[in-house]
């Protein structure tokens, strides 16, 4: 897709890497967020992503000058304007991204698609308070964005059958593989990982086993490439504690409770890799060694 221009809307880890994705597929690319030095960052880690894949032969230097000239960072979001798809990728909470919508809907053009990388929260509910409810789509990156092609994509009840084409087309231009989702909450791979992570969670709750010991069970019986507390770590345990309050409050499922262990981690500010303490140990918050 020619002259392709995505904004991700939030730089954490998330962000990030879904930055990663649209500017090595090709797309000029704004990183936008509220905050100068967390953009500055962002840059960084991506300058290093890519720093490792020439070292591993994944790509060129000059492939990398190319990329990361299609970058850019910003804190004012009039500098969004003429993008063709704002990809949303901050927390889990309806209020946060619904305002966040709002003020990129005054800067943007009629014709600029609105997405959403939620993985919780209803595509209906946040298109509702986006100002552009027909051109809303939801477009949930797996973690790590820049490792992972598939994206979870979900119309909402207003979205029309032409914005979620052009979404599907975007999606593709830049390397991912879409699948088609309801408007559920979890969508298909957090309906099953958030109960599972927290399965995980209980199983140290109860001193059934170490971390490490069932990181390697995990993968080692199941084929995973990650172990649930690894994962829980890089997604962050702030964030898995807001994921788990988002399936919980809709579904009532028992197993997507919040586990006791879990807030109490997040209160002792042991949020993984972020803060190099988490369910396992850490001598950097690097999240892009891969």
């Known amino acids: 897709m020619s002259n392709l221009s995505i904004c991700v809307a939030g730089c954490g880890t998330m962000g990030t890497g879904i930055a990663i994705v649209a500017a090595r597929g090709g797309a000029t690319t704004v990183l936008y967020d509220l905050d100068q030095a967390r953009l500055e960052?962002?840059?960084?880690?991506?300058?290093?992503?890519?720093?490792?894949?020439?070292?591993?032969?994944?790509?060129s230097a000059e492939q990398v000058t190319e990329?990361?000239?299609?970058?850019?960072?910003?804190?004012d979001p009039s500098q969004v304007a003429s993008c063709n798809l704002v990809i949303e990728a901050v927390?889990?909470?309806?209020?946060?991204?619904?305002?966040?919508?709002?003020?990129?809907?005054?800067?943007?053009?009629?014709?600029?698609?609105?997405?959403?990388?939620?993985?919780t929260l209803s595509i209906t509910e946040i298109a509702a308070v986006s100002g552009r409810p027909d051109r809303f789509v939801g477009m949930h990156f797996c973690l790590p964005a820049q490792l992972m092609k598939l994206v979870?994509?979900?119309?909402?009840?207003?979205?029309?059958?032409?914005?979620?084409?052009?979404?599907?087309?975007?999606?593709?231009?830049?390397?991912?593989?879409?699948?088609?989702?309801?408007?559920?909450p979890g969508f298909i791979l957090n309906c099953f990982l958030v109960p599972f992570n927290n399965d995980?969670?209980?199983?140290?709750?109860?001193?059934v086993a170490a971390p490490v010991e069932i990181d390697k069970a995990i993968k080692g019986a199941l084929g995973y490439a990650m172990g649930p507390m690894e994962l829980l770590d890089l997604v962050g345990?702030?964030?898995?504690?807001?994921?788990?309050?988002?399936?919980?409050?809709?579904?009532?499922?028992?197993?997507?409770?919040?586990?006791?262990?879990?807030?109490?981690?997040?209160?002792?500010?042991?949020?993984?890799?972020?803060?190099?303490?988490?369910?396992?140990?850490y001598d950097s918050n690097k999240i892009f060694g891969s």
Do not use: Y
């Open 41 to 59: 960052a962002a840059r960084a880690q991506m300058a290093g992503f890519f720093e490792k894949s020439v070292a591993r032969g994944k790509l």
């Open 67 to 75: 990329i990361m000239g299609r970058v850019s960072v910003t804190t």
């Open 91 to 119: 927390f889990e909470d309806l209020q946060i991204k619904g305002a966040l919508f709002q003020q990129l809907n005054e800067h943007c053009r009629p014709e600029t698609l609105f997405a959403s990388n939620t993985s």
């Open 152 to 184: 979870e994509m979900s119309p909402g009840i207003e979205t029309t059958d032409e914005t979620f084409a052009q979404a599907w087309a975007i999606c593709e231009s830049i390397g991912q593989r879409p699948v088609k989702t309801l408007d559920q």
């Open 200 to 207: 995980a969670i209980r199983l140290v709750e109860q001193g």
């Open 237 to 281: 345990l702030d964030t898995q504690v807001l994921l788990c309050e988002a399936l919980h409050g809709v579904t009532h499922e028992p197993r997507a409770a919040c586990p006791p262990l879990l807030r109490r981690m997040v209160a002792a500010k042991h949020l993984g890799r972020k803060t190099q303490r988490g369910f396992l140990e």
